[in-house]
């Protein structure tokens, strides 16, 4: 089982685009019938699937972020990256990549992201 990581600012300003990447090591994400989410954690809140890559390359996102949602990937890192743009303090949480659509089976340690001026 591989390992993932995220990377990224740990604080971002309102109306700014947040952007973080996760690193995977161990497994590879072109592996057919692989997905790639991000999941959020508010604090005190619960878990908010934000979206995925596919292996493929093809991207879906929750419709209650996707139009502030890019989701991309460089397979020659073996990264895949979240971009979440015009920011408020509600999109404060810690952020997880993972590995699944519907079901996760492999997590990153998450990262804390503050929104705030």
């Known amino acids: 089982q591989g390992q993932l990581q995220e990377s990224g600012p740990g604080s971002v300003k309102p109306s700014q685009t947040l952007s973080l990447t996760c690193t995977v090591s161990?497994?590879?994400?072109?592996?057919?019938?692989?997905?790639w989410s991000w999941i959020r954690q508010p604090p005190g809140g619960g878990l908010e699937w934000i979206g995925y890559i596919a292996y493929s390359g093809s991207t879906y996102y929750s419709p209650a972020l996707k139009n502030r949602t890019a989701i991309s990937r460089d397979t020659s890192k073996n990264q895949f990256t979240l971009q979440l743009s015009s920011v408020t303090p509600e999109d404060t949480a810690v952020y997880y990549c993972?590995?699944?659509?519907?079901?996760?089976?492999?997590w990153g340690r998450g990262l804390l992201v503050t929104v705030s001026s």
């Open positions: 993972t590995r699944g659509m519907t079901e996760f089976n492999n």
């Open positions: 161990g497994e590879t994400i072109t592996t057919p019938l692989y997905y």
